[in-house]
Every structure is written in structure tokens, then in C-alpha cells.
């Protein structure tokens, strides 16, 4: 409390007045009272920045963008799996898949299914250093549109409806994690791109406030609300049936494509009950307008305006729609307008939205995945704000919605998801979507869209092993992106190596020069070791041109020397440190992260999480009979460590099942029935349709996942 500003004087009067029982007088009553009496600053106001929300744990955004650069910020993407026509490409390399073009960046654009963590991968393509998006991600997408977990936990509140503190802090780590995220992707927009923000009721106030600080006040377009259910009751409310949808732009210049919302069905059948010989709905409409006008020819007959109006169409417009079969006439000889169903597109689309249905257990386009939306949703918001050929994002990508209309819509698309549920949802949904419903096809008679899709990849972002890191040095940039990213070295300049006049020196730690030794080198990786002649080499290449502090980033088995200090040709001290990889160094950094658990059930598989900087994949193993009513487990094991680091027992470190019912190699795995943990009973598991094409992947806590095996 503001400490009151009395004189000697002003205390005798109040003291006065206190005895009297009267008022103070007004400029005593100004300073007992200063709120009172305030008045705006409308300059200071006018100046003021916009209310921001306030929580225990939120940081600057300098700081969530600083922490990109530090060590186990982003992490490099590995090729899983490369798809063509829908069916799986062996034998193609990741070099060969992302090789750069300068001259022409997206002529290897491959559409990615990205799984791991969205944090880390939001962080890699903020580094910009990756070699599958370098160049091609940062600033240059058009629409981003993500549905991210609407509350953690539950509902953040107690039976009796008022917070506990827990729930406060669950609120605040939410909004937290969410709001580091959209910094980040705040980066990844075009200027003229824009992002949809999918919530409830539950978290939408303070996700907009959020969203006016990252992009200001001025960039906030629209709240949609989106009508997601019908009518029912909720106990003491009123019914929740809608969802918001929060639009931002980037900046002022941005792309939006006017959507209309059609005509209503009753509309349609009043209006529109004549049917050609084409099959297209039409109605007849009045060529007459308000206004005198003259004669006007149809053919061979001269017809005057009817009760002293005046056509609204010149001579010419009048002979081509003749010509086209456009004008009917009536009975009675008056010429009428053939107005096609087909042709019209409605009033233009408002800010509510009750005319697209959710996915019902009867729709179609159903896939059983519990947070599916419908197509319908995401081809409106992707047809308004974005062009063909534009990049559209989506970084809690659940079912793929985002990444078949945009396929559908010819756009590209990046999609990710931690979960592996979600990641061969995905795959199989892109895999088999020319069978899949045309988009706009309303119609009793469905139409398929009937197109194969582009090729596409599945990639990995923050859990590798060892082969896949080791082959990584075939191609030197990736190598350098890689080993950078492990000790955060975050800014590479191939033109170190000129000033420092070393070969491979290509970034600076601490403004010291760090050299990559090159393992992509078959010849020099088989036959030099860094060991004290190594060293002397430098030295002598760099001419004296090195002093102070030189670290050399290798392989531990080619290193022989630890730390060294020498003297260049000046006698000035120069010490070699050596960051030796990938082993002791990983594992022991690797400790220092906690790895999210997979799902193991259907009701936490939109949770909002943050895993690791990295990991490495382990072994899965399992071994399943067929039975009368599905199969049973009759082994599984895994080598990951629970959070006390002791192993799992029996299948305590499984998280599901993934089946595919009519396994076959050349289209890869597509998941067609999911079985959590909690469903499994005595290691037994229900599952009908099995057959002897019938296969299975185990995911264990961590994500890792066994091969492919068959259900015998």
C-alpha cells in the first residue's frame, strides 16, 4: 500500500473533522483519497502497450528463443520412411531425398509426417540448419492451423468449481508450452501468412491474449465459432455446443480468398426445382430491372421492358446468352434467365459457423481417431487463406486432416505429432487417399478423389540410433548440422576456414574456432587419428594464425589426446580441447532429459508435451499366438527405464498395439486398429478380422517400436 503524503497540518484537520463527525475538506480529501480523484493520462494511455496475462513460469520471449541455440535445442531429422504413389520407396537415401539446390530450393520438396516432440522440430526449423527443411520452412509458410489439447488434466477446477492450486499451475504450464510454441511458429509465417487456433470454452480467453502479445492486437482477424454438436443439456448451464477459432495474420498484407456459405437446402428446393438435360438444377429469374429502358431484340422478335422497366442487359450481353441457350421464354413470350445451381456460391461466409457437421461414427471420412475434425472444417479455412502451392502447417497433426485437404487442395504440407498412433494414422490416411471421399462431394452419390499422393516422408526428430547418426557423415552438411546441434553450435561459416586457414573449420564456440573433424572422408577417417602430430599440423597450416582456445569435434575412437596445450610459431599458448561423439558424451547428456511416455490409452492421446533434446531408439520385442477371440502376448520386452530408472515388468512398458489387418510390404504399414495397454487383459487382447496377412508393431512408453510382425 502507497504510503499517504500528510503534513503536520493536514493530520490536525483530519483529526478536527473526526471529532466534528464533517468531511475533510476536498484537497485533504485529495490526498487521503488520490484514486479518487485521478484522471486519465490519455497521452500515457495512447502510448501503453496492450493488457498481457501474467503467470508464475512465463519467461521473455528472448529467452524461449535463445533457448533454440543452446545445447538440445533443435534436434536433426531422420528419413523413417519415403513414400511414392502411396507406396513405400526402398533404398532411397535421406542425401538423395533433401539434397540443397540453390538455384531452385523447393525442387526436392518432399510433404513430411514429422514425429517427435513439436517443440523440438519448431526449434530445429528455427535454427535453420536441418539440410530436409534448410531454406524451406523458416518464413515460408502460408497457413498454419492447429488444434491443440484444450486443457490438461481435466477441466483446471474442482468439484465445487473453484480452482485448486494445482489446477492454477497445470493453467499456467499449459498456457506456458502453448504460448513457447507459437513464438515459434510465429517465425515459420510468411509475411502475408496467417494461423487458425482451434479451442473451447475452456482455454480460448486466455489463448487470445496470448496470440495479441506474440502477433499484436492489430493482427487478430476473426473469432469463429464453429457449431460442433447438437443441442443437449449440461447440468445448471447452458448447453456447450460450439468451438472457437481464433484467426491471426502476420502482418497487414495477407492472403484471404472471400468464402461464400452456400444456400440452404430449403432454399434450394424452393428456388431450384427445374432440372435440364444435363442433370444441373436451375431457376428462371426476371431480365427486367427498375428504371425505364428501351426495346431490346430476342432473336426475331422485338420485346419491350414489362410495366415500364428496363432490361439489364445491352443488346450484345443479350444475343451471347441467346447464342448460349441461357434465355427461356415462358408461355406467355417473356423472356426469362436461366440462373444454374451449380453457379452460385451464397452470401459471403460469416464469423459463425453451424453448417459442417463433426465426424459422426456414420461419417465416411471416419478413421477412428478420437480428435478427428472434418474435412469440411479445414478445406474452408485452407481454400480462404492460402493459394495452391503454398505451405500449409499443422504441429498437432492427431488424425492428418490438415494434411489430406491440403493434398486434396493441391497445397504442401508439414505435418507432426509425438504420438505414434498418430504418426501411422497419418501414413496410412495419405497412403489410401484416392479412396478416399472427394472434397465438396455433399451429394447421396459419393465421388473418391481418386488421385494418388505426392511423395512424402516420415521423419524423425529428437530419438536416433547410432547407424543412422554414423551414416550421416556420407554426407557432410549433414554431418556438421548434426554434431553442431549436439554441443550447441548454432551459427555455421564455411569461411573460417580462409580466416583461420584450417580446413574444416566452420563455426566458433565462444569466438573460438571449432574445427569438424571429417569423418566423411573414408580415407582420412581410416587412417588419421587426432593425437599430438595431429595437432602440430594444425598449427602449422594455420601460420600462427591460432591462439588461445581450438576445439576439434570427433568420434571418440579417432581421438588419442585429451586436452593439449602448445605454443604457435609466436610462442602464444593455443590449448586443443576435444568435444568427443557421439558416445559417452550422449549417453551422459541424455540423462539429464525425461522422455514423455506414449499414450496408453485413448484419453490422453492429445496431450500437450514437451519430451527431450534427444534419444536413442532401444530394442522392442515381441512375440504374439493367435487366438479364438484376437491373440495373446506372449512376450514383450523393452530395454527403456521407467522415471525411478528401474526396467518395466512384463508389459508395464507398453504403451499399444498397432495392427494391420491385411499387412502388405510394398504399401508398409497401415494401421487399421489400435489396442492400448489398459485394454489388455491377462496378456490377452481382443481384435476381430484377423487374417493370416495380419501383422503387428509394439510401441513401447518411450515410442520406441518393434518390426513388423506376423500374427500367426
Known sequence: MNRLDLSDDDLLVLQKCLNDGTEPPVELSKKLFPSLYATFDFKTLKDSKIPTIEYAGKRPEAAILNEASAFGGGSPLQLERYFEGGKISKGTSQLDLFKESKEHPDSNWRNLIVQGDNLQFLKTCYLNQDPVIKDKVK????????????????DFMTKDGEDSYSDKVDRAEFIEQLRERLIYLRDTLEDDGSIYVHLDYRMVHYIRNILDEIFGPNSFTNEIVWKRSLPHNDPKRYGATHDSILYYRKSSNFIFNQQFSGLSEDYIKSHYNSVDDNGRQYQLTSLAATGAGPYRRFGDKEIAPPNGNHWRYSQENIDRLMAEGRIVFTSTGNPRYKRYLDEMSGPALQSIWDDILPVNSQAIERIDYPTQKPEALLERIILASSNPGDLVMDVFGGSGTTAAVSEK????????????????????????????????????????????????????????????????????????????????????????????RVNNVCTLKEGNPVEIYPVWDD???????????????????????????????????????????????????????LLTFPYKVLEEVARNFTIEEQPSSSDNINKLISSVGFYFNETVDVEIKKTAKGFKISRFTTSILDRDEKRYEDLEGLAMLLIDSDYDEDKGFTVDTVIYQKDIKDNEAVAGGLTEKSAVIAIDKHGNESGVIKIR
Open 139 to 154: 518464413g515460408k509458410v502460408k497457413l498454419i492451423c492447429i488444434d491443440p489439447p484444450f486443457a490438461t488434466k481435466g
Open 409 to 500: 487442395l493441391d497445397r504442401r504440407w508439414i505435418v507432426c505429432d509425438f504420438g505414434k498412433h498418430a504418426i501411422y494414422t497419418m501414413q496410412k490416411r495419405m497412403c489410401l487417399i484416392a479412396e478416399s471421399q472427394k472434397l465438396g462431394n455433399r451429394g447421396k452419390k459419393k465421388e473418391k478423389y481418386g488421385e494418388a499422393p505426392k511423395p512424402f516422408c516420415v521423419v524423425s526428430v529428437g530419438a536416433f540410433d547410432f547407424q543412422k547418426i554414423m551414416n550421416l557423415r556420407k554426407n557432410r552438411d549433414a554431418y556438421i548440422s548434426f554434431v553442431m546441434g549436439i554441443f550447441g553450435l548454432t551459427k555455421r561459416d564455411d569461411k573460417l576456414a580462409a580466416k583461420y
Open 523 to 577: 580415407e582420412f577417417l581410416r587412417n588419421v587419428r587426432i593425437d599430438e602430430e595431429y595437432l602440430r599440423g594444425i598449427l602449422a597450416q594455420s601460420g600462427g594464425n591460432l591462439k588461445g582456445d581450438y576445439y576439434l569435434v570427433a568420434p571418440e575412437t579417432c581421438v588419442r589426446v585429451g586436452e593439449t596445450q602448445m605454443k604457435n610459431m609466436r610462442g602464444e599458448r593455443v590449448t586443443f580441447k
